[in-house]
């Protein structure tokens, strides 16, 4: 499937604009590493852009749910694995053994805590953000308080980068995409 038709797959399961949000930002933040580690950048990107396609609709069986979803669609078992890798150790037994399947993991909870960073921000933006700021936010475990601190270490430690690595990169990523992804947020609703 091409990113087009991954896009209204996901649609078919999604409907609130924050999850579809998430996704486009999880697609773009995989797509930048992607391009960082020299891998090919549209299949981390499908990868991010589904990773959570069941979880507004079924929360319960969460990278269950998907495996269903993902194979009847025709996606090929490396998607499957790669999408739902991400939640190991949390909702399935799925381990993320390559490095994109690392990168997601490390990188789903945290563009959450830096996208309501963001939000806390003046300019609302991405664009200003420093990586001192961000650890602030992470040390403070009532801010957005959903956004799992032991998972993104555990991803930091699973890639063996260091939260600052990973943290910096991670804004970068999201700074990069910030404009587009409003743009196509702009043009759904």
């Not at 490396?78 to 990168?103: A, F, N, R, T, W």
């Not at 998972?151 to 990973?166: C, H, P, R, S, Y």
């Amino acid at each position: 499937m091409n990113r087009e038709e991954c896009l209204t797959l996901l649609k078919q399961y999604n409907q609130e604009p924050f999850h579809i949000e998430h996704a486009l930002t999880v697609e773009a933040v995989m797509k930048y590493f992607a391009k960082e580690l020299g891998y090919e950048e549209d299949f981390w990107g499908i990868v991010g852009l589904l990773h959570d396609i069941d979880y507004e609709r079924y929360p319960e069986e969460h990278c269950v749910k998907a495996q269903e979803i993902l194979r009847k669609a025709g996606l090929p078992e490396e998607v499957i694995h790669g999408v739902c890798s991400h939640g190991y150790g949390l909702v399935v037994d799925i381990k993320p053994e390559h490095e994109m399947e690392k990168v997601l993991f490390a990188v789903d909870e945290l563009t959450g805590l830096i996208g309501a960073a963001a939000k806390m921000r003046p300019s609302k933006s991405t664009k200003d953000m420093e990586v001192s700021s961000l650890k602030k936010k992470f040390k403070d475990k009532k801010f957005a308080a959903g956004c799992s601190r032991d998972v993104i270490k555990q991803g930091a430690e699973m890639l063996n980068w260091d939260l600052d690595t990973l943290f910096e990169k991670t804004i970068l990523a999201m700074r990069e995409s910030e404009d587009t992804i409003r743009e196509e947020m702009n043009k759904i609703a």
